[in-house]
């Protein structure tokens, strides 16, 4: 079983990378929150992987954090969460924060994530909160990224939508709906990477 790779990233389309690991490509799919702290492709990287096997397929989730392993491993294991599905709620919020929503029986915030529905949120709440009772959370580094970002001037503004919409669609937004979370993003800010673009659509959310 795969628990870890350490090589050069070769591609980044979210949520998919393509890992070199001495010379064998293995692709992983990642939530938003760990490709927000990847390096540029051709940097190294370490992941924590989870390998899921299924009747039909095979396929490897990367994590920045082992703690966003745990966490994921643990959704799986609730009833009607497959591995998309949590890969689409940890890409929609951080780890602490959906611990936060869990503990305060935040159904609302749940629902906003592609796929979960108001049933399947209030379970989650139900089947994790004790899980999740001793879970320690603590201040996340990507607060201190946000907060230290500043919008900038993009000279390649379609490519980042472009990007930007396609990596929500493949997290289970339509279309639509993808378009107008970047629009009213870039209605307020100017971005200069489809990872920020990606990231201030979901928190725009998060926060409605």
């Not at 927000?36 to 396929?59: C, D, K």
């Not at 994921?72 to 009607?80: E, P, Q």
């Not at 591995?83 to 935040?106: F, H, N, R, Y």
């Amino acid at each position: 079983m795969i628990g870890r790779l350490q090589g050069q990233l070769v591609e980044k389309q979210a949520p998919e990378i393509l890992v070199d690991v001495n010379g064998v490509g293995y692709e992983v799919l990642v939530p938003m929150t760990t490709l927000y702290q990847l390096p540029e492709v051709g940097g190294r990287v370490t992941l924590s992987i989870h390998f899921a096997v299924s009747e039909n397929s095979q396929a490897l989730y990367g994590f920045y954090d082992k703690k966003d392993r745990e966490l994921f491993r643990t959704l799986i294991k609730v009833s009607g969460v497959g591995p998309k599905m949590a890969l689409a709620i940890l890409s929609g919020m951080e780890t602490d924060e959906l611990v936060s929503c869990v503990m305060g029986d935040k159904v609302s915030a749940l629902v906003k994530v592609p796929g979960v529905g108001k049933k399947t949120a209030e379970r989650l709440i139900i089947e994790l909160r004790d899980k999740l009772k001793t879970w320690q959370v603590a201040h996340s580094p990507l607060a201190d990224m946000e907060a230290a970002s500043q919008p900038a001037v993009a000279d390649n503004t379609s490519d980042i939508v472009s990007e930007a919409e396609s990596a929500l669609v493949s997290l289970g937004y339509k279309p639509v709906e993808a378009s107008k979370m970047v629009a009213n993003v870039l209605m307020a800010n100017t971005v200069t990477r489809s990872e920020e673009l990606i990231r201030l659509s979901l928190r725009s959310l998060s926060l409605a």
